[in-house]
């Protein structure tokens, strides 16, 4: 089996405590922990991939402390669900050393991957698709937690309502599969990448809904709600449901869901900006855990990753996992 590995030490100690450390270093000196993991990092997708990478490691680093340090093995899946099978496989061959930690995974990548034979713990940033798995440790909620945020949200809108929806991908499934969680709305699906609104314009201002959910990425969204035709008719007091980073249109009512749902190609800078971010979330949650294993040296991993200090993460207590708050809110400057 062959794939690339680039190969990356992540200091995570210093000479001394740092003020942001989490205690003092145990008896026996420093604890060298392994990690593997399995990114996008060229193709279309590598801005992205790099993006979570390099906040990861940003993470990991500000957590740092005397008690241990990481030595990561960094895996190019070139965006391939089939590279990334290779990758989960060989983690389950015998005779290596395996990881302390592993990690992988990035939305569409992680579609139809296999984990039956993860044995070590695996951080993945999956597709929304539930999983169970003993040694899964989610970083991504799944779609059924999804669905239960949006449908929550719907209930209080008022009808008729259409939703902008990609034709295909991570994204569809909550109104183009689940109709039903949404009684008079009405899903308009488009090609991702599209910046000709001529078509949903056209059906919009014909029905007038009072609620529309533009569930698609930034900058589709953003081209949608900037277009002259469609402008004045949601200034006129419609509900929008809108992704971080669209300006709001003057005159409608904004909601937003946080965090952006799935990367989309062509990935754009609000999604980058996210993917970096989350990786930092997600490099410091693990700091912080390796700082209780390494004081703990048998405490499983699963518990040291339980018992990390996450302030920004949710914690799912049946399954275990640092999974972004799925939320609706609404901008505080209302009409």
């Not at 005779?95 to 695996?122: E, F, M, Q």
């Not at 589709?220 to 669209?246: H, N, Y």
């Not at 970096?276 to 209780?292: D, P, T």
């Amino acid at each position: 089996m062959t794939y690339r590995m680039i190969q990356t030490t992540v200091a995570a100690f210093l000479l001394g405590v740092a003020s942001c450390s989490i205690g003092h270093a145990p008896q026996g000196g420093v604890h060298l922990f392994q990690g593997r993991a399995s990114l996008p990092l060229t193709g279309e997708m590598a801005p992205l991939g790099a993006a979570f990478r390099e906040g990861f490691e940003q993470g990991l680093a500000s957590g740092r402390d005397s008690t241990f340090a990481w030595v990561w093995n960094w895996h190019d899946n070139e965006g391939s669900p089939d590279s990334l099978q290779a990758w989960v496989d060989f983690l389950a061959e015998p005779g290596h050393r395996a990881p302390d930690i592993a990690l992988g995974g990035i939305g569409g990548v992680a579609t139809g991957v296999v984990l039956d034979s993860v044995k070590v713990p695996l951080l993945w940033m999956g597709d929304g698709t539930p999983l169970k798995g003993a040694s899964l440790w989610p970083l991504w909620p799944s779609r059924d937690q999804l669905l239960s945020t949006l449908a929550g949200w719907y209930a209080l809108q008022d009808t008729p309502a259409v939703a902008l929806v990609l034709a295909d991908g991570a994204w569809t499934p909550p109104f183009l599969e689940h109709d039903s969680a949404f009684p008079g709305l009405v899903a308009l699906p488009h090609d991702p990448g599209t910046r000709r609104w001529d078509r949903e314009m056209g059906q919009i201002l014909s029905w007038k809904p009072k609620t529309i959910v533009c569930w698609n990425r930034p900058e589709d969204a953003k081209s949608f709600v900037q277009r002259k035709l469609i402008a004045p008719f949601l200034a006129t007091g419609r509900t929008l449901l809108l992704p971080e980073g669209v300006p709001a249109p003057e005159g409608a009512r904004v909601f937003r869901f946080r965090p952006l749902w799935q990367p989309s190609l062509p990935a754009d800078s609000l999604q980058i900006e996210f993917q970096k971010s989350w990786g930092f979330r997600v490099g410091r949650a693990l700091a912080s855990a390796s700082y209780e294993a390494a004081r703990h040296p048998t405490m499983p991993w699963f518990l040291a990753l339980r018992s990390a200090a996450c302030d920004t993460l949710r914690v799912d207590p049946a399954s275990g996992g640092w999974i972004p708050r799925l939320e609706i809110l609404g901008d505080s400057a209302q009409p």
